[in-house]
Every structure is written in structure tokens, then in C-alpha cells.
């Protein structure tokens, strides 16, 4: 379980610190929340912290696991990744703010992929462009804490692993 001052990922608007723990008093139950800041953003929610994982609540990804986020970004460009750059923007719109929502760090890194070599393809709709710098977001602000490098060391690895191969 998260305690005081742990960082955690908020699926979908990425890192926050459990600033406090605050109890409240709500009809006839007492309930615990976690207070959570947002480190790049000003915002901070409550979460009650029975539900916290179901939330979708996480902590900081492992080294191990941002190496498998490495894997995931430098996989070139697949007959299949072409036809899904070229569908119906509105589906894979829909398809990616769902595995966003989750909170998958390897998902989003396939995202990221994606939507990078999809800018190589083509010029990008104003969605996608949006979507392309929000994923970025996540994973540099993670990558970078893990990692605890700065956050453009963080962006020039990620954008250098990319693979810029056609078909």
C-alpha cells in the first residue's frame, strides 16, 4: 500500500505525491483519502484510499520495466502498425484514450511509438499532435524520475530510440 510522501502514477495525468492522508467524515462512515499534488501540474485530487488501486493508482515504474519501454519504442514500424496509422482516426482515438486511462506505461510507450512513426507517414491531425505531446509528457516525467536525470535527458532518449524505418 502508499504511504506519506510516496510518488504515484495517476493513470492518465500522470506523477503525484501522496501529500497527506486526511480523514473525513461522510454520513455515518469515516473514510481515509490520499491527498495527491500533481508535480507538473497544478492540480491536487482526493483518493479514497480503499479504492486507490482500483483507481488505477501505481507506483513509479522499475528500471526493469522502463527497459521493456525502450524495447517497445524502438520496434520498427510493422505492416500492422501502418494499417492502424491509417484508419479511422476516430476509433484508434478512442482505442488509445482507453489504454491512456489505464495507466500502462507500456501501453503508452506503444502509443507514443505509433503516433511518432505515424508523423513520419503523414502530417499529423490536430488530435494526434495533442495526443503525441500528452503521451510524451507521461513518459518523460516518469522516465526522468526513475531515472532521476532531467527531464530533457528523458525526452532526447526517448526520441532517440524511436526507429525511423519505412516499409
Partial sequence: MFKLNDKVVYPGHGVAKINRIIKKRIAESSSSFFELKFIHKNMTILVPVDNA???????LSSQGNLDTIFTILSQPLTPF???AIVANWNKRNKDYLGKIRTGDLKEIGAIYRDLRHAEMCKELSFGERKLLVDTE??????IALVQNIEENIALQQIRSVIVNKSL
Fill in 137 to 142: 509528457a507521461l513518459l518523460v516525467e516518469e
Fill in 81 to 83: 502498425n501502418h494499417e
Fill in 53 to 59: 488501486e482500483s483507481v488505477g493508482i501505481r507506483s
